[in-house]
């Protein structure tokens, strides 16, 4: 184990899926807390006890982030509990593949809930906490698709990856400089995100000059970075980890 977060309580969101799993090895490696807060309570729960199993530290909270209310109501138990919230990975996400010509008002409404509200009002819960202490980190998860308008039927998605980037934009420029806010726009990622029909699969990484799909754990790294003191004067900013794909 290292030491690049010692002594630091990590929230992550969406800490039950694929790149959220990654996440929280990565920052228990690095020796902080971590809260795992994901609506699949028995999924965090699972995670908690195996990080915690292997001589780490992890909570489990369940929480469903386009419910501002009860972000509040889990933040302030979190609190109670751990004092404070030093680093927040807004991560958890949904990207139903739908057709843009049969999306419906109540699949838009549900994808920028939780993908856009969410992010927003977990941020807005946090960073006051963030802001007191006089330190902080935010790392949110984009997409490369807000940067190529998203690809297999996932255009809300998309939009919703685009309006975090903006997000991380304002709140860097209003937290600044006690709390950093960046963020992150993976390429494909192999997660249960990206079981889509397997010509699909091989037509995209035929773009991507890496020749692959990235490891959860390659997007975990960047949190790391991001979270942590190398990365004291980035804030605004969006990292492309994509293989390449996406040059900008």
């Known amino acids: 184990m290292n030491e ?5 309580v990590v929230l992550i969101t969406g800490a039950a899926g694929g790149i959220g799993t990654a996440i929280a090895r990565a920052v228990t490696d690095e020796s902080a807390t971590v809260l795992l807060c994901d609506i699949n309570l028995e999924g965090a729960r699972r995670l908690a006890d195996r990080l915690t199993g292997e001589g780490r530290s992890a ?40 057709p843009l010509e049969e999306v419906t008002e109540v699949d838009f409404d549900r994808i920028v809930g939780i993908n856009l509200k969410g ?11 963030m802001v ?11 997409s490369i698709g807000a940067r ?3 690809v ?7 939009a919703t990856k685009a309006g975090i980037i903006a997000i991380t934009k304002s709140y860097a420029r209003t937290l600044a400089p006690s709390v950093t806010v960046n963020a992150i726009a993976p390429g494909v990622v192999d997660t249960e995100m990206m079981r889509i029909p397997s010509e699909q699969v091989a037509a995209i990484v035929d ?9 959860p754990e390659e997007i975990a790294s960047v949190v790391v970075f991001l979270a942590s003191e190398e990365a004291s004067y980035f804030t605004g900013a969006t990292l492309d980890v994509n293989g390449g794909w996406f040059m900008y």
């Open 132 to 142: 007191r202490q006089g330190w902080g980190r935010i790392v949110n998860l984009s």
């Open 207 to 215: 773009q991507i000059p890496l020749g692959r799909l990235a490891d």
């Open 4 to 8: 690049r977060l010692a002594g630091k």
């Open 59 to 98: 909570a489990a909270y369940a929480l469903d982030i386009s419910r501002p209310l009860e972000i509040a109501a889990v933040v302030e138990k979190i609190v109670k509990r751990h004092e404070t919230i030093d680093v927040l990975v807004n991560n958890a996400a949904i990207c139903p593949r739908i």
């Open 148 to 150: 190529t308008g998203g």
């Open 152 to 158: 297999a039927a996932s255009s809300v998605y998309a």
């Open 119 to 129: 992010t927003f009002f977990v941020s807005q819960a946090v960073s006051p906490l």
